[in-house]
């Protein structure tokens, strides 16, 4: 069975249960929180010893080797190039942690849990199974809601570019829980769940709102999950979309770039 069979076998009878609601408004991200401790802490249950928060991960990795001080030394233990770049700290950070000082859960965050291929702490594929990268996306189904956003493309783009490069047949998945929910009186009740892999999405489809910090934005219940060739291939395909998406905003601008020259040489 593979990571997202499993993540959504344990993540599926969740519909039904309620979390206690948080205190002050339930916009941005203040609703998705207890939902994403009950997601996690089923994935723990499901997949455990491989299932870890993103900041505990890099605990456990920089703990176990004691003997690594420096930041290149640090993030050289979190597997191949475009995972390490996905999961490493700030240089500053990354060299200033001890046991003294651990790092703490952050929202900007690649993940929010973060998925080995087998038991222990290993940061790497194996037998063609990625490490996964989780986040959970939270809906209230009583409002008509943008969809949200999911991770930005120039750093999908680099983390691509350094898979490709480093020729990693398996370089990673990102997988997006969707939870929706209804609020009832002081709980918010799951009334639907699903998890779809990005890797399987086409790449073509993918919607950049480059006014939003090029941020990728879906609903994960929206998602397609049709693409069937290799996830270098899903790379390059997600490369090209960027570029051709690049180049029409590069038209748009340098045509109002036009315009207003026209304008000024006319007055």
Known sequence: MDTL??????????VGESVKRPPGTLSGHAAGLPFEKLVHSRLVKALPDRTF??????????????????????????????????????????????????????????????IL??????????NGVPVTLVDVKTQNTSLK??????????????????????KSEQPFDFVYIGVKWLEKSDLLICRDICAVSLMRAQPSDLYINWAAATQIQFHPSELDQTY??????WCKGFIETYTSQLERRQEKVLAEIKDLRKFLDSH
């Open 228 to 233: 069937t060739l290799s996830a270098l291939e």
């Open 53 to 114: 928060r993103h900041f505990e991960l890099l605990n456990i990795v920089f703990e176990a080797h004691p003997e690594c001080v420096t930041s290149y030394a640090r993030q050289k233990l979190l597997g191949s190039p475009e995972l390490q770049f996905l999961l490493q700290r700030g240089d500053a950070a990354t060299e200033a942690w001890s046991i003294e000082n651990q790092f703490v859960e952050k929202q900007n965050d690649t993940a929010e849990t973060v």
């Open 145 to 166: 809601a943008q969809p949200p956003n999911i991770i930005s493309a120039k750093k999908l783009v680099k983390a691509c570019r350094l898979a490709i490069d480093h």
């Open 5 to 14: 069979a499993q993540i959504h076998g344990a993540v599926s009878d969740l």
């Open 117 to 126: 291929p087998r038991e222990g702490w290993r940061v790497e594929t194996h």
